[in-house]
C-alpha cells in the first residue's frame, strides 16, 4: 500500500516536526507558496513544488490531483502548513496512524477531525443543510449551494463536514471522477466567477465532503 502526504505550504514552518514521523516510504508533497526557499527537508521522499500563492489550499490540493492523476498513490493525505493549529504536536503520532487506519479501513474518503486553534480542546465541525450552514464563518451561507450547482457536484441533503481542509482520499475514490472534473473545479477556483479565488478557497474547505461522491 503507498502514501502520499501533501502539503500547502505559506508562512508555518511547524509542519516539518510532523515530517519527522512520516514513514520513510510515504511520499511528500509541499507546494511552496511563501517567497522564500525550503531546503533541509529531513525526509527521504520529498518533492517541493514551488507554486503562486493563490485559492489557499483548494489550488494546491486540485494542483496535485490533477498533476498526479496518473501516478497516485493509493491513499493521500491533504494538509495545510499550520499542523500547530489542526493537529497539534501532540496527536503527530496519532495522524500517522490515523492516515494509516483509512487505508486498513479501506475508506474513500475521510475528514481529519481538526481542531481550529493551537489549544483548543475538541474538533470543530459544519453541518450543512441542502448546501447551506447556519454557523458564522468566512463564507456566504449558500455560498455551497451556488458553487456546487455550478460545478454539477452532487449535493446531498444533509452533511457535516470538519474545518480546516484535511483529509484522506483514496485514489479509487479520486479517479472515479476524470481529470476534467478536477480541471473544471481548479478553472472555477481561479476566476472570478460569484466569489473571489481567496473566497473560493473558503468554500472548497465545506465541498471537500462530497466533491469525490
Known amino acids: 500500500m503507498s502514501f502520499s502526504l501533501v502539503i500547502n505550504y505559506y508562512n508555518s514552518k511547524e509542519f516539518l516536526n510532523l515530517i519527522e514521523l512520516v514513514p520513510d516510504n510515504w511520499f511528500i508533497y509541499i507546494y511552496n507558496k511563501s517567497k522564500g526557499k525550503l531546503q533541509d527537508i529531513n525526509h527521504p521522499n520529498t518533492t517541493i513544488i514551488d507554486v503562486p500563492n493563490i485559492g489557499r489550499e483548494s489550488d494546491t490540493y486540485l494542483q496535485h ?3 498526479f492523476y496518473h ?3 493509493d491513499y493521500t493525505a491533504f494538509i495545510q502548513d499550520d499542523t500547530h493549529n489542526h493537529i497539534q504536536k501532540e496527536d503527530y503520532s496519532k495522524f500517522i496512524s490515523f492516515v494509516n487506519n483509512c487505508s486498513i479501513n479501506k475508506s474513500n474518503f475521510t475528514g481529519y477531525p481538526a481542531k481550529y486553534r493551537k489549544g483548543s480542546r475538541g474538533t470543530q465541525q459544519r453541518s450543512f443543510n441542502n448546501g447551506c450552514h447556519s454557523a458564522s464563518i468566512d463564507t456566504p451561507k449558500d455560498a455551497v449551494k451556488i458553487s456546487s450547482q455550478k460545478l454539477n457536484i452532487n449535493l446531498p441533503k444533509h452533511y457535516i463536514t470538519y474545518v480546516c481542509a484535511h483529509f484522506v482520499c483514496s485514489k479509487q475514490a479520486i479517479i472515479t471522477k476524470n481529470v476534467e472534473y ?15 479565488p481567496n473566497k473560493k478557497g473558503y468554500i472548497f474547505e465545506h465541498m471537500w465532503a462530497i466533491i469525490f461522491l
Open 182 to 196: 478536477y480541471k473544471n473545479l481548479l478553472q472555477y477556483l481561479h476566476s472570478s466567477e460569484d466569489y473571489s
Open 65 to 67: 490531483i490533477i498533476n
Open 71 to 73: 501516478n497516485l498513490t
